[in-house]
């Protein structure tokens, strides 16, 4: 099994994403692939993940957040180098060209005169497409904005000086230091909100590990600032490890923590929805005030069920943009020369070697 995650996903300030941090951050040689949509990306990228694995490599993928099934991404650290989708919504560019990212255009192998006899259906479908996205980042906007103030009012329900405590002896256990620079993060997003819901790799990518330590909270307040204690403190330890940011508040609150190498994680155990056997869990009662969120209850339930509601609707409505985007895909798939795609497919691999 390979560790599976998003590099970004509809947040409620429109699409977030990590994908320029795998050259700059990551010191990764950059591949990004420009081509229409249904024309082999996500397919190519499979099957190098498939070659990968039959050569005993390690390899990371990276899932679509608009299409959970489809790749937008890959990643191979044995070799160096990873290979993204950098078309919209995550457009992606070379920043240093040919010396650290390189784009393989794959729009010669599309029949670009059979697509413009279909370029008023064309122009209907994207239109579609593009409303019913904004109509979802509405939703998750709103959701988003309750989740921050159901996270606001938990946090002065729990003892923050006793969580915070409680972090700093957990990762002084766990990650003791290793002594040279400083360590490093690899961003990820680990759950969303996409055509099946909220979906993610949460216990999957957990069953991976030998160690995993839950932080069951009910509110998230919690568990974001344990999370946070703990990334700071790996950080300063000299640690790599991959820090997944929550879609709803992508550039400060933090899911979950794997530490592939140490095969050990720290996940936000709401992420999860199904039991971890091998996991340690920790309680939110240990640390919350009873008293304080009694005062609080009935507005810490409207809000978390109101947030539920509001992604619900988003994902129905991302459900409808992927159906429209599956009828986008089928008109270009028909038009590209999938031969001449396999050869492009064949001179990549003797490119990197595999």
Excluded at 38 to 65: F, H, N, P, T, Y
Excluded at 163 to 173: D, E, I, Q, V
Excluded at 214 to 233: K, P, Q, T
Excluded at 298 to 305: D, H
Aim: glycine share 8%; with cysteine.
């Amino acid at each position: 099994m390979a560790y599976q995650y998003y590099l970004g996903a509809t947040s409620p300030g429109g699409f977030a994403g990590f994908f320029d941090t795998l050259a700059s951050g990551e010191k990764l040689k950059l591949y990004i692939i420009k081509s229409g949509p249904g024309s082999g990306k996500s397919s190519l990228m499979k099957r190098l993940a498939a070659r990968l694995e039959s050569r005993g490599l390690s390899r990371e993928l990276i899932r679509c957040s608009s299409d959970p099934d489809s790749l937008d991404g890959l990643i191979c650290r044995e070799r160096g180098f990873a290979i993204i989708d950098g078309t919209a919504p995550h457009v992606v560019e070379p920043s240093i060209p040919a010396a650290r990212e390189r784009v393989l255009s794959l729009y010669d192998t599309i029949d670009s005169a059979a697509l413009s006899q279909k370029l008023t259906r064309l122009e209907s479908l994207f239109s579609q497409n593009a409303a019913l996205h904004a109509r979802a980042k509405s939703f998750i906007a709103a959701a988003g904005s309750l989740a921050r103030d159901l996270m606001r009012a938990a946090t002065g329900c729990f003892y923050e000086d006793k969580a915070r405590r409680y972090a700093r002896s957990l990762a002084a256990k766990l990650l003791p230091p290793l002594g040279g620079e400083g360590g490093a993060e690899r961003l990820r997003v680990l759950s969303a909100a996409t055509p099946k819901g909220l979906y993610g790799f949460a216990a999957e990518n957990a069953s991976l590990c030998e160690r995993a330590y839950v932080f069951d909270d009910r509110f998230g307040a919690l568990a974001a600032l344990l999370l946070s204690e703990i990334r700071d403190a790996a950080l300063r330890a000299g640690y790599g490890f991959t820090a997944c940011r929550s879609f709803l508040n992508p550039y400060e609150s933090i899911d979950a923590l794997f530490f592939e190498e140490q095969s050990l994680c720290f996940i936000n155990g709401a992420l999860l929805d199904t039991e971890l056997p091998h996991a340690k869990r920790i309680r939110d009662a240990r640390f919350y005030s009873v008293e304080s969120l009694a005062g609080k209850a009935k507005r810490l339930s409207f809000e978390k069920k109101a947030a539920r509601s509001l992604l619900e609707e988003a994902a129905r409505l991302l459900a409808e943009a992927k159906a429209v985007h599956d009828e986008i895909e089928s008109h270009y798939s028909a038009a590209v020369d999938f031969e001449l795609l396999r050869e492009r497919e064949e001179k990549l691999y003797i490119e990197l070697g595999v």
